[in-house]
C-alpha cells in the first residue's frame, strides 16, 4: 500500500513538473514571438556582440564605430516635417531638412556600433533619437521627402528587442502607420498605373513598405508588399530591362534612382527566403534584368550624356543651378553603393560592385559584409 502512495505521489511530481515546463515553454514561446512581432526582418547579418579584439581587427566595423563614437553625445534634430522633393538648396525647408535626416543614418550606424561592440552608449543614442523622431514626425506619404526612413526602420530591425517599450511601442506604431498609409494610397488609384506611381517615386514606396511590413512582420502588409512589388516591376522595367525614368529623364542618374529602392526591397524579403530579384511581373521583366541592362554602362563599356532629352522641367532647372550630374557624362561610380547592394542579392553582381568602389560603404560593409553567391 505503501509503495502505491509513494508511485502514485511520484507520479503525480511528475505530472505536476510536466505541467511547470509545458508552462515555462509556452511563455518562451511567446517571448519569443513577441520579440519576433517587434524585428522580424533581420536585415542585416550584423555580427552581433563582436569581442573588442574581432572589431578592433576589421577597419570597416572600426571605422563606423569611431565615426558613432564622435556624436554619440548628439540631440536629435527630430521635424515633424520634411521636405526636399522639387526643391533647390537654401529654397523652403531643404537645408533644415537635409541636416535633420543626418538623424536617420546616424541611428541606423549607431544600431549597427551597438551590435558590434555591445557597448550600450550607442543602443541609448538609438534609443534617444527613435523615441524622438517616432513622436514628432507626422508622415506625409511623399516617397522621396521619407526615402531615408529606411534607416530608422533598419535601427529599430537590428535595435527593437532591446529597446525599453517606451520607445518600441511606439516605434512600432510610427511604422505601420507610415506602410499602412503607403499600401492604402497605392490601393486607392486607378489601374493601370501611371505617374509617379510607376516611376522611381513608386519604387522608393516599395521599398519602405517591403522593411516596415517585413520589421513589424505583419503578414497582410507582407503580402501586399510583394503584390506591390511584382506590379511595379512590370510597370517600371520593359522586358528589354530599361526603365520609365530612363524613357522620361534620359539618365542613368534616374534608372539607379528606381533600381537602388528595388534591391533594398528585395534584400528585405530575401531574409524571409523570397527571392524576389528573380520575381517575374507577367510582362516578363524582373529586377534581374534591369540590373543586367545597366551593368554595361557601369562597367564603362558603354557611355550615356545625361537629361539631354528629358521631359521634366525641373532636370534643367537643376542643370541651370549648377548641381552636379544634370549634364554631361554619367559617373558610373555613382552606381557603387546599388551595386555592392546587388551583390549580396546575387554574387554575380561582385565584379561589377568591386570595381566600381573597392569597398562598400561603411554602413554596408557591416551590415552584410558578403556578397551572395552567385546564382
Same mark, same amino acid.
Given at each position: ?101 543626418? *538623424?536617420?543614418?546616424?541611428?541606423? *550606424? ?139 529623364? *534620359? ?125
Amino acid at each position: 500500500m505503501a509503495l502505491k502512495v509513494r508511485e502514485g505521489n511520484e507520479a503525480g511530481r511528475r505530472r505536476g513538473m510536466q505541467a511547470i515546463q509545458a508552462t515555462f515553454a509556452l511563455l518562451a514561446a511567446s517571448a519569443i514571438g513577441s520579440t519576433a512581432a517587434h524585428a522580424a526582418m533581420n536585415f542585416c547579418a550584423a555580427p552581433a556582440m563582436q569581442s573588442s579584439e574581432r572589431t578592433n581587427a576589421d577597419p570597416g566595423v572600426k571605422a563606423l564605430v569611431a565615426m558613432v563614437q564622435s556624436h554619440v553625445n548628439d540631440q536629435p534634430k527630430a521635424r515633424a516635417k520634411l521636405h526636399t522633393e522639387g526643391t533647390l538648396p537654401h529654397e523652403g525647408i531643404y537645408d533644415e531638412s537635409v541636416e535633420a535626416e543626418k *538623424d536617420l543614418g546616424l541611428m541606423r *550606424d549607431a544600431a549597427l556600433a551597438w551590435r558590434a561592440t555591445g557597448d550600450e552608449r550607442y543602443l541609448r543614442l538609438v534609443d534617444r533619437f527613435m523615441l524622438a523622431w517616432v513622436t514628432t514626425y507626422q508622415p506625409s506619404f511623399n516617397p522621396i521627402d521619407e526615402t531615408n526612413f529606411e534607416s530608422l526602420i533598419l535601427a529599430y530591425d537590428l535595435t527593437a528587442s532591446a529597446l525599453p517599450v517606451r520607445t518600441r511601442n511606439p516605434a512600432n506604431a510610427f511604422i505601420t502607420k507610415m506602410v499602412t498609409g503607403y499600401v492604402a494610397d497605392i490601393d486607392e488609384q486607378k489601374r493601370p498605373l501611371t505617374g509617379t506611381y510607376r516611376d522611381n517615386w513608386q519604387s522608393h514606396r516599395i521599398k519602405l513598405i517591403s522593411m516596415g511590413a517585413f520589421t513589424i512582420d505583419d503578414r497582410k502588409l507582407i503580402n501586399a508588399a510583394q503584390r506591390l512589388y511584382v506590379e511595379h516591376v512590370g510597370d517600371n522595367i520593359a522586358p528589354d530591362g530599361s526603365t520609365v525614368d530612363f524613357a522620361e529623364r *534620359d539618365a542613368l542618374r534616374y534608372v539607379t534612382y528606381d533600381l537602388q529602392p528595388l534591391v533594398t526591397a528585395a534584400l528585405a524579403a530575401r531574409r524571409h527566403n523570397r527571392n524576389w530579384i528573380a520575381e517575374r511581373a507577367p510582362t516578363g521583366a524582373t529586377l534581374a534584368s534591369a540590373l543586367n541592362w545597366l551593368t554595361p554602362y557601369a562597367l564603362g563599356t558603354r557611355s550615356h550624356d545625361e537629361f539631354v532629352h528629358s521631359s521634366v522641367p525641373f532636370d534643367a532647372k537643376r542643370r541651370e543651378a549648377g548641381l552636379p550630374g544634370y549634364s554631361g557624362q554619367w559617373d558610373p561610380k555613382n552606381s557603387a553603393e546599388l551595386f555592392h547592394l546587388a551583390a549580396r542579392l546575387d554574387g554575380r553582381y561582385a565584379p561589377v560592385a568591386l570595381r566600381l568602389a573597392p569597398t562598400p560603404p561603411a554602413w554596408l560593409a557591416v551590415c552584410l559584409p558578403l556578397a551572395a553567391r552567385s546564382s
